[in-house]
């Protein structure tokens, strides 16, 4: 059925959203120890941070369904 296909749809778009997000918290953790306490790495990962914002914000709004 086309509501059954739509939501099926739904649950792998959420999923990658979700694998995304977990694959990203990983690398930070393993970003922050690699850059230790030196300021010029530890400035490197804030900007990178800071420019993938809305890179997500846009990734999950785009794959949450509206409200009924």
Do not use: H, M
């Amino acid at each position: 059925s086309g509501e059954l296909d739509a939501l099926t749809t739904q649950v792998e778009a959420n999923n990658t959203v979700i694998g995304s997000a977990i694959t990203l918290l990983q690398g930070l953790k393993a970003a922050l120890d690699a850059a230790g306490t030196d300021p010029v790495k530890l400035k490197a990962l804030s900007d990178s941070l800071a420019s993938k914002d809305q890179e997500l914000a846009d990734a999950v709004a785009a794959n949450t369904p509206a409200a009924p």
